[in-house]
């Protein structure tokens, strides 16, 4: 069973601090990470990928890559009340580009 | 409108019923999903279909069956609903995978909410 593992939460963060967000993935051959938003009651959007290891930056997110841990992160800077929702870790792995969600973390950020 | 767009938003119906969820695009993608949502457990994969002749059971297929009745239509089918299927189902689709693995994104329709009574 391939699994994603993240931290439910919820966490909570002051605005504009940096919101730390984890996910683990089982599949060593795991080539495609995903982080979707979600806000209640509304579908999943794409915020960041990730194919390779390291760090990728896109505004005030970074998303972070480390493979032999097979370990991705999204970092949040200035976090915001709008940043507010549930974040979903996504992974593909193997040859068959489905795509395997985490149950996601619960960000509240407090004004 | 809508590039995902899916039918009904909402619904309401007794143990036993026969239910169809319906979901239509227009990204031109010929893979489609259907997936599940329920607090606490995440998204779940249903059933899958890369173009039209191919369907594949995700991860919790037994009661339901799905039709792919064109590129641009997936549709979900609850032959007998009963109420532990009360929750979000979610349409999505997603374009073919770019080269050295970078699969496409998922793009999701707005959800249907079904309740079994």
């Known amino acids: 069973q391939k699994e994603v593992e993240q931290n439910s939460g919820p966490l909570s963060v002051p605005e504009g601090a940096i919101a730390s967000l984890n996910c683990t993935y089982s599949?060593?051959?795991?080539?495609?990470f995903f982080w979707y938003r979600q806000y209640s009651g509304k579908s999943p959007e794409l915020i960041m990928s990730?194919?390779?290891?390291g760090d990728k930056e896109d505004g005030r997110f970074t998303a972070q890559l480390n493979k032999a841990s097979q370990y991705v992160s999204l970092l949040i800077r200035d976090s915001q009340p709008s940043d507010s929702a549930t974040y979903l870790c996504a992974v593909i792995g193997g040859s068959n580009y489905k795509l395997t969600f985490g149950k996601g973390t619960l960000l509240t950020v407090n004004p | 409108d809508a590039d995902v767009t899916q039918t009904p938003r909402n619904r309401i119906t007794k143990t036993g019923k026969r239910i169809m969820l319906e979901c239509s695009q227009t990204k031109g993608h010929d893979r489609m999903y259907w997936y599940r949502q329920d607090p606490g457990l995440g998204l779940r994969l249903i059933y899958y279909?890369?173009?039209?002749?191919?369907?594949n059971k995700g991860e919790i297929s037994d009661g339901y069956s799905v039709s792919r009745q064109a590129q641009a239509k997936f549709s979900l089918s609850l032959e007998s609903a009963i109420p532990n299927q009360t929750a979000l189902y979610f349409c999505?689709?997603?374009?073919?995978?770019?080269?050295?693995?970078?699969?496409?994104?998922?793009?999701f329709g707005e959800g249907s909410r079904l309740t079994v009574l």
């Open positions: 599949d060593r051959v795991s080539q495609s």
């Open positions: 999505a689709t997603s374009d073919y995978p770019r080269p050295y693995g970078r699969a496409g994104e998922l793009f």
């Open positions: 990730i194919y390779s290891n």
């Open positions: 279909s890369f173009d039209v002749k191919d369907i």
